[in-house]
T-cell receptor, first 109, second 115 residues
Framework: RKEVEQDPGPFNVPEGATVAFNCTYSNSASQSFFWYRQDCRKEPKLLMSVYSSGNEDGRFTAQLNRASQYISLLIRDSKLSDSATYLCVVILNDYKLSFGAGTTVTVRA | DAGVIQSPRHEVTEMGQEVTLRCKPISGHDYLFWYRQTMMRGLELLIYFNNNVPIDDSGMPEDRFSAKMPNASFSTLKIQPSEPRDSAVYFC?????????????FGQGTRLTVV
């Protein structure tokens, strides 16, 4: 079983819509969680950390559910510029970042 | 800071040739990671270093792959001999230590094609 699994999508949504997707992780001892964003043919970049209490950054909301071992990302009021692949990242206690395969989001005009 | 610098950006080589990928991490970052990305397998961690010492190389596919970090500002990933299935984008990333500082900064990657 992979350490981190994501629905690859693609999620095709119109501008202004809300889109949400999850990521599951296999190791209950995982300590830190992040969402990265990767644009086509570019390197991954940190989008936001995921805290136990949930957190927001503008139109983006991240949630962590330790009991069910998943994290989620919700994007409100989608913009064309939100089109990208969103990578779920999980860290155990050794600072090794484990990436999911990514969820592709396409926002259409 | 210029960020993580990788070279070359693109490499096309023939099967059997040696390939060397280079990385300069962000100054002051203690951790350096080498990742490989393909459509089929996504981002895979190959190896990572802490203070120039290899910590976990369990992701290195086979003996044809080797990585070194002779000093804090330079690392190489070598493939010898290369095979077509090694074709991928290879990313180098660096980060500060500590769970609160584990944002990994990626270089722009090296797109390797082995023909």
């Amino acid at each position: 079983r992979k350490e981190v699994e994501q629905d690859p999508g693609p999620f095709n949504v119109p501008e202004g819509a809300t889109v949400a997707f999850n990521c599951t992780y296999s190791n209950s001892a995982s300590q830190s969680f992040f969402w990265y964003r990767q644009d086509c043919r570019k390197e991954p970049k940190l989008l936001m950390s995921v805290y136990s209490s949930g957190n927001e950054d503008g139109r983006f909301t991240a949630q962590l559910n330790r009991a069910s071992q998943y994290i989620s990302l919700l994007i409100r009021d989608s913009k064309l510029s939100d089109s990208a692949t969103y990578l779920c990242v999980v860290i155990l206690n050794d600072y090794k970042l484990s990436f999911g395969a990514g969820t592709t989001v396409t926002v259409r005009a | 800071d210029a960020g993580v610098i990788q070279s070359p950006r693109h490499e096309v080589t023939e099967m059997g040739q040696e390939v060397t990928l280079r990385c300069k991490p962000i100054s002051g970052h203690d951790y350096l990671f080498w990742y490989r990305q393909t459509m089929m397998r996504g981002l895979e961690l190959l190896i990572y270093f802490n203070n120039n010492v290899p910590i976990d190389d369990s992701g290195m596919p086979e003996d044809r792959f080797s990585a070194k970090m002779p000093n804090a500002s330079f690392s190489t990933l070598k493939i010898q001999p290369s095979e077509p299935r090694d074709s991928a984008v290879y990313f180098c990333a660096s980060s500060l230590p500590g769970p609160s500082n584990t944002e990994a900064f990626f270089g722009q990657g090296t797109r390797l094609t082995v023909v």
